[in-house]
Nanobody, 123 residues
Framework: QVQLVESGGGLVQAGGSLRLSCAAS????????MGWFRQAPGKEREFVAG????????YYADFVKGRFTISRDYAKNTMYLQMNSLKPEDTAVYYC????????????????WGQGTQVTVSS
């Protein structure tokens, strides 16, 4: 059974940092791309960042470039999202997901999803 479990969310002041983790289990993700998405209240889920599990190529939404960094620990089967210089508009539930297709990842049509972790940035 494939599981993606997010952790690391919480409450932080504007300008602060958080690191989200996504622990993956249940299969090998060697041929997958994995990513982070977020959904704010009243808004649609949006792509934040993605990474190829093998090779480590990374992709970012324009609104997080220079502030967020995606990475993965191959040995721990865990993906991370380091979020710096957080803004109140970054407040959302953050989800991790996985698929074999980068195109699918970018539009949020994924094979696997985690349950999400809440990130709240106060002003």
């Amino acid at each position: 059974q494939v599981q993606l479990v997010e952790s690391g969310g919480g409450l932080v002041q504007a300008g602060g940092s958080l690191r989200l983790s996504c622990a993956a289990s249940g299969r090998t993700f060697r041929d997958y791309v994995m990513g982070w998405f977020r959904q704010a209240p009243g808004k649609e889920r949006e792509f934040v960042a993605g990474i190829r599990w093998s090779g480590g190529g990374t992709y970012y939404a324009d609104f997080v470039k220079g502030r967020f960094t995606i990475s993965r620990d191959y040995a721990k089967n865990t993906m991370y999202l380091q979020m710096n210089s957080l803004k109140p508009e970054d407040t959302a539930v953050y989800y991790c997901g996985a698929d074999t297709s980068l195109s699918s990842l970018r539009i949020g049509l994924l094979q696997y999803w985690g349950q999400g972790t809440q990130v709240t940035v106060s002003s």
